[in-house]
């Protein structure tokens, strides 16, 4: 079987000089975890200070990561005894950069998060200042339709119809306002 890998350049002179592929020759029963060891003892890869970490990727999909020491972590939902031949098949082999923000299910413990974390606003403030905001713009139209419109002489309807503009766009605008972060003063 063969597999091709494809690699992301880690710095400039790296896209100049390096290799950027390789084909690999392997078993279809050879593992997954095999097939990383054996590219990673050849130095296809190649890292940068600010660049120590590669993602191992096929068709998208995330099945590990490799350090610049070597050390495979591997994505929760692949197991490293499983044969290339059934993950990867005809698929390159991608080795690509991604920041710590893009890894998930990752085999380690979730990060601890901040102290002032926040979730967002509950159903019940999203309600409230919805409600809060209906009125509001209920009052708006009222005002509106009685100072500054009151010289169109508008039809009944078209007034309630004004009024109840005012309070959809109330509504949505104080569920707007609730489901924002606010930072703390």
């Not at 495979?72 to 710590?100: Q, Y």
Request: overall charge negative.
């Amino acid at each position: 079987m063969q597999i091709n890998a494809f690699r992301q350049a880690c710095c400039s002179a790296d896209d100049q000089m390096g290799k950027l592929e390789a084909v690999y020759n392997v078993s279809g029963s050879t593992t997954l975890d095999a097939l990383l060891r054996e590219i990673c003892a050849e130095d296809f890869l190649q890292y940068s200070s600010s660049h120590d970490r590669l993602s191992v990727e096929i068709n998208g999909r995330q099945l590990a990561e490799v350090s610049s020491s070597g050390d495979i972590v591997w994505n929760a939902d692949v197991s490293p005894d499983t044969p290339v031949g059934l993950v990867i098949g005809s698929s390159p082999l991608h080795f690509v950069f991604r920041l710590d923000a893009r890894r998930v299910n990752m085999k380690r413990e979730p990060p601890e998060p901040p102290s002032d974390y926040q979730i967002g606003a509950m159903q019940l403030d999203r309600r409230m200042y919805g409600g809060i905001g209906s009125l509001l713009g209920l009052i708006m139209a009222l005002v509106l339709l009685n100072t500054v419109l009151e010289g169109f002489y508008f039809e009944h309807a078209v007034k309630w119809l004004i009024c109840l503009l005012g309070v959809i766009t109330g509504s949505i605008a104080g569920r707007i306002l609730a489901s924002r972060k606010w930072p703390s003063l």
